[in-house]
């Protein structure tokens, strides 16, 4: 094969705790509405299956990030999530084997354009405009597995400007990271670098630039960005 004309963009690489090497990002899935603070969606015979997402892997940035205000809204929020990093093949897996295929979990923030969301939802247009943009998929350093397990229990807290806006705990899920990996296998060939989004507790809160957001999960992490810049 010739060389190409340009050079490549290179994948987006993001530190591991305790691990000299980084974990280079391959594709950004994510789920929705997985949260149930009450208990009465996680009781039900069959739990509501979740809406399914994808982000560019491009747009993934570490912890420390300034973030521009993204192009084209005036509703810009974020969405504190537990990440799940894949670390090896998953393919049309069972729920058991799923969780194998989980190299690790990061607290990351899936950066929405809300309005354009809303105005593509009314119109039954693709979703993506909302969650494609630069910056808008912050990301913490990665914990690996090895270390902690899979969390099942932990508060997980977004601050901004030191004004706690979204809070709730990962007991709260109702489809499990093993269970959202095993989900995903059934339509996509996950492979080593994926990272996927679990669905954000509630609290909602318009961005603007200046803003300072810090989020946490217990056991897990803390993530830092700043939003600079203009709406334009
Ligand atoms: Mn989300």
């Given at each position: 094969m010739?060389a190409?004309i340009f050079?490549p963009?290179a994948?987006?690489?993001i530190?591991?705790?305790?691990?000299?090497s980084?974990f280079?990002v391959?594709?950004?899935?994510?789920?929705?509405?997985n949260?149930?603070?009450d208990g009465?969606?996680?009781?039900l015979?069959?739990?509501p299956?979740?809406?399914?997402?994808?982000?560019s892997?491009?747009?993934?940035v570490?912890?420390?990030a300034?973030?521009?205000?993204p192009?084209?809204?005036?509703?810009?929020?974020p969405?504190i999530e537990?990440?799940i990093?894949?670390?090896?093949p998953?393919?049309q897996?069972?729920?058991?084997?799923?969780?194998a295929?989980i190299?690790?979990y990061?607290?990351?923030?899936?950066?929405?354009?809300r309005?354009?969301?809303?105005?593509?939802?009314?119109?039954r247009?693709?979703l993506?405009?909302a969650?494609?943009?630069?910056g808008?998929t912050?990301l913490?350093?990665?914990v690996?597995t090895?270390?902690?397990?899979h969390?099942?229990h932990?508060?997980?807290?977004?601050d901004?400007?030191g004004?706690?806006?979204?809070?709730?705990?990962l007991d709260?899920?109702?489809w499990?990271p093993?269970?959202?990996?095993a989900?995903?296998?059934?339509?996509f060939?996950?492979?080593?670098?994926?990272?996927?989004f679990?669905?954000?507790?509630?609290?909602?809160?318009?961005?603007k630039s200046?803003?300072?957001l810090h989020?946490?999960?217990?056991?897990?992490?803390?993530?830092d960005?700043?939003?600079?810049?203009a709406?334009?």
């Open positions: 010739s190409p050079d963009i994948p987006v690489r530190p591991i705790k305790g691990e000299e980084s280079a391959a594709n950004v899935y994510g789920i929705t509405r949260y149930d603070p009465t969606l996680r009781a015979p069959e739990r299956a979740p809406a399914i997402f994808t982000k892997a491009q747009w993934v570490g912890s420390g300034i973030i521009p205000y192009a084209a809204t005036e509703r810009f929020e969405e537990l990440m990093a894949i670390g090896a998953a393919y897996m069972s729920d058991e084997a799923a969780a295929a190299y690790g990061a607290v990351g923030l899936d950066l929405t354009r309005d354009l969301q809303h105005a593509a939802r009314e119109k247009d693709p993506d405009i969650k494609w943009f630069p808008a912050p913490s350093t990665i690996r090895t270390d902690i397990n969390p099942n932990g508060a997980i807290t977004l901004v400007n004004v706690r806006v979204q809070e709730g705990n709260q899920l109702i499990k093993h269970e959202i990996v989900l995903l296998s059934r339509f060939p996950l492979v080593p670098g994926d990272i996927i679990t669905g954000t507790p509630p609290g909602e809160v318009a961005l200046g803003d300072i989020g946490e999960i217990d056991g897990i992490g803390v993530l960005i700043t939003i600079e810049g709406q334009k």
